[in-house]
């Protein structure tokens, strides 16, 4: 079982930077890959990035590729979603995931995701 809580959101201007955290709780964080994923009003939650297990491996959407960067400390059990040059597209609720299965893949698919934080607002706007 892995429990995940984000933080780190909250009111950026248009070309700022915000960092969120997801802090987790279980033995297991460290072997599995976690996701962010970001839902506007009235849209579909949609993926933002993910990281490998071991971090050696990331992936974004096109919309914020050379804007987000995402990074995992295992020693810490916590990922890490830098984001730079926001833009007031990116308002939304930001949520980190995580898959159940030790060493699996990554993926941009919501459904391959067991485990959910409660969301942070993040809001972009001048």
């Known amino acids: 079982q892995v429990q995940l809580v984000e933080s780190g959101g909250g009111l950026a201007q248009p070309g700022g930077s915000l960092r969120l955290s997801c802090a987790a709780s279980g033995r297991t964080f460290g072997a599995v890959p976690v996701g962010w994923f970001r839902q506007a009003p009235g849209k579909e939650r949609e993926f933002v990035s993910a990281?490998?297990?071991?971090?050696?491996?990331?992936y974004y959407a096109d919309s914020v590729k050379g804007r987000f960067v995402i990074s995992r400390d295992n020693a810490k059990n916590t990922v890490y979603l830098q984001m730079n040059s926001l833009k007031p597209a990116d308002t939304a609720v930001y949520y980190c995931a995580a898959r159940s299965r030790a060493y699996a893949g990554t993926s941009v698919q919501p459904r391959e995701y067991a485990y959910w934080g409660q969301g942070t607002q993040v809001t972009v706007s001048s």
């Open positions: 990281i490998s297990w071991s971090g050696g491996a990331t």
